[in-house]
């Protein structure tokens, strides 16, 4: 049973051009989370997604940030026009559920993609 | 709203000696605690977690955090560490009333010196 898998793990985009971040979740969770993670700094929740619907964006940016989870394949973080304060560690996570978020009821990370903006 | 703070962002041990990483929350209700940890280059594992019952809680690899409800506080132990201990630990806590989001500790870096 794969884990949370995440692609691409390393992405170099420059300023001004479009990052798309992919995320299967586990086998059976229905519930994607992403964070950011930026350097000296601990994980910051952007981003709560349940198939086809956006649960909770309160930690994403008002602009050109977007996130979807379609019916079929995986969840997408999508930023638009890349600067350099977006380079940061993107780490996704899945449940079967939202409640607890322990990892023995499903909140289960992704390896993460390291994006880097030049 | 809700917060969690980690006293120390670095910290460095020598092998053996004893660890004890704080963790404070700020939230009144009933809640679930837990302690994560990133090795180098790899994704965030949970090592343990609190939900009722015992305030001691026992994890993976010789990690324990005590619960505390009256300090708001779930330190955590261990009590000889390891040079593979070298991760950064990241204390995370969720509730009922905010639809069990969980909202994290800025982390800390611990080195282990062989």
């Known amino acids: 049973n794969a884990g949370v898998m995440q692609n691409p793990r390393h992405l170099v985009r420059r300023r001004g051009q479009e990052a798309r971040l992919r995320c299967s979740p586990m086998?059976?969770?229905?519930?994607v989370y992403w964070y950011r993670q930026l350097p000296e700094e601990g994980l910051k929740f952007m981003v709560y997604?349940?198939?086809?619907?956006?649960?909770?964006e309160s930690g994403m940016p008002k602009e050109r940030f977007s996130a979807e989870f379609p019916k079929e394949g995986p969840s997408i973080l999508r930023i638009q026009q890349v600067v350099r304060g977006d380079s940061a560690a993107y780490f996704c996570?899945?449940?079967?559920?939202?409640?607890?978020?322990?990892?023995?009821?499903?909140?289960?990370f992704g390896s993460g993609t390291r994006l880097t903006v030049v | 709203a809700q917060s969690v703070s980690q006293h120390n962002h670095h910290v460095i041990l020598s092998e053996a000696a004893s660890l004890e990483l704080g963790c404070n929350y700020s939230y009144g209700g009933t809640v679930n605690l837990f302690w994560y940890v990133q090795y180098p280059g790899q994704h965030l594992q949970l090592l343990l977690k609190y939900f009722s019952g015992d305030p001691l809680v026992k994890g993976i690899k010789g990690f324990e955090a005590e619960f505390i409800k009256s300090k708001f506080s779930f330190n955590l132990r261990k009590p000889s560490v390891q040079w593979s201990d070298t991760a950064e630990y990241f204390c995370a806590v969720n509730a009922r009333d905010s639809n069990y989001q969980l909202i994290w500790g800025a982390g800390t870096k611990l080195i282990i010196k062989p």
């Open positions: 996570a899945s449940s079967p559920s939202p409640r607890r978020g322990g990892s023995n009821y499903g909140y289960t």
């Open positions: 997604l349940q198939k086809e619907n956006i649960i909770d």
């Open positions: 086998k059976g969770h229905s519930h």
